[in-house]
Structures are given as structure tokens and as C-alpha cells.
């Protein structure tokens, strides 16, 4: 396999030991745009709390940026976009991988694990309408418009909800998305998107209004950057300690706990909603069949001092979900993905 590695600051090769400015840790960031603007975020923290260490970025090309053009839903396994950058971490090219956290699969590869999980943002998904238009939410959108989005997630729940809408593809990063919105002659009427994204990425003013729980709910880990190290790097380990936040740590223990009893290794219709107030964490958990005509949702709360606890609020909510007949909804959407790779 080909890794293409491209070096922002000469003289950021190698590896770190112990960091000076001469011999940096290396944090590893894909290359596009919001993943800088993110790696940037981690850089921040690290500095802020370690004035006398440095830290350089470095990027590595993965898969998920270089095909565009098959739906992502049939390219399987998320580690798409993760994998080269675990590659060079587990070769010591770089010390930390910087990730969307919802990009993440939920079992790392031996020798991988989570860091750190950082503050998170507003995970909700949020509505961007085309230039020049006056909606603001979906329910104000004329009959058969059509929205852009790549997530089975979103479309599988928006079917249920707004039946009178069609749903299309789109993808690309963040900017190429806006434009193809925007183009004159475009398809597409409005985008769901991240808001976590569009915000770093300077989109905020776009956004016309936000999809929300209960009827609603946002993917597992979203807008939360997540730091992966080598297991047993106790510098590293030693480095993320307090850049890291614990509220979201336990939220998104729970939600990753609960994803990772239901898909048995392949992107699905998971939606989740965390808070964490008190000592009680709440989970909303759903599965949503494809077409949006079958939809379990539960509610999970649980007094949360430790990761396990989180986890095992995560882990009751999948089995809830199960009995409720998750399964029969995974299965079928299993099949339907083997039926699509095959023809
Ligand atoms: N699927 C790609 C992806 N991965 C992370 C984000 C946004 C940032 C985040 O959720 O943390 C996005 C864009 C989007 O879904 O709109």
C-alpha cells in the first residue's frame, strides 16, 4: 500500500523520544482542511498545557479522501479513514493521531487505543440551505426537494419524518459540498450536515436551523475530537493528561459501547444523544431501518463515576434496542449492502 506522507515543517521527521524544538512529537492529521483545523485544536491544548515541549502536525492521505466517488455507505469498514495514520503511528512516523471521533471505528487496531477525548461541541446535524433561498427548516421545504447527504444515518431517519422529501448523495469535503449546494443548476435544495464541522470550518453563519432529540438523533461520537496513541506510551499518555475532558469521555464511552454491540463491524443507522449532569449520564439510542418505516429508539440513565460504568450505560441501551428488534433492522440492511457490493 501506498502512504503518501507530506511533512509541513522540514526537519519534523523524526521520531520522538523526548521532545525538544529540534525533535518534536509529531501529532498525524488527514490532510483536508477541517482535519488541520482540528489537528490545530489538539496542537493548542498541547501547547497551552506543555509551554516547554514542542509539537509539529503531519499529514498522511487516507483511503476515505481518495475514493469520492463510491457511496461510502458500500466501502465497509470505517477504518477508511484512519488506517494509514495508525500505520505511521504504530511505526513511530507520528506520536498522536487527531481524529473526528465519529470517524473512529469502535474497535482500534493491538497496539492502538484512545488517548484522549477532547470538550466536545454541538454534536446536533444542522440544516444548510442554497444560497438565495428562504427556508429555514425541513419542515418548510416544498414537496420533493432534494437534500444531500451520504450518511444512511440521517437519510434512514429523515425518511420517517419527511416522507414528502427525496434524499441524494453528496460528497467531498465541507467546501466542495457548499459549492455543489450552491451551484445554479444544482440538484440539491439543502444539506445535513455536521454543525461541529461547518463551524470550524468558518460555515456557521449557514446553518438555518438544527435537528434535536428526541425526534432526532446525531451519530455516535460526533462533534468530538478524539486522540489515538500507541497503547503503553506512558509520555504520550502523560502529555493528554488534562487536554483530554471527562463529561465527554463518558459520553462517548457510552455511545461508541452501545454502536459496538450493535453493528458487528459495518456502518449503520445508529443515532445517539448523551448528557451528562450530576453523576447521571443519559443515553438516547435508535436503529432506523434504511427506508425509515421501522425505528426502535431507547433511553438509558445510569450513575457514571468511571469509563466501565459508561460502558455498560452504552451496552444496556444496544441490548434494549436488540430486544426492541435492532437486530432484524441490522440484518437486513446487512444483506442489502452484500446485494449492492455484489451487483
Ligand atoms: N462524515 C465526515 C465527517 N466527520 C466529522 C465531521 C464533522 C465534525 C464532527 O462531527 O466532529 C464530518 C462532516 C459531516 O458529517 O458533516
Known sequence: MHVQVEVHDPGSY???INSTPSNPYI???RASKLALIQANLVLSSLRIAHPTQSFDILTVSVEGDRNKSQALYLLGGKSLWTKELELELL???VDMIVHSLKDVPTTLPEGCELGAVLSREDPRDSLVVKSGLEYKTLEDLPQGSVVGTSSVRRVAQLKRTFPHLQFQDVRGNLDTRIAKLDAATGPYTALILARAGLVRMGWGERISSDLSAPSFLHAVGQGALGVEVRSGDQKVAELLRGV???????????ERAMLRVLEGGCSVPVGAHTVFQGQELTLLGSVTSLDGTVHVQREVVGV???EEEAREVGERCARLLVQDGAGEILKDIGKDREARAAA
Open 304 to 306: 457514571v463515576s468511571s
Open 91 to 93: 511505526g513511530g512516523g
Open 14 to 16: 523524526a521520531v520522538s
Open 244 to 254: 483530554g475532558d471527562q463529561a465527554t469521555e463518558w459520553r462517548t464511552t457510552a
Open 27 to 29: 501529532i498525524g492529521s
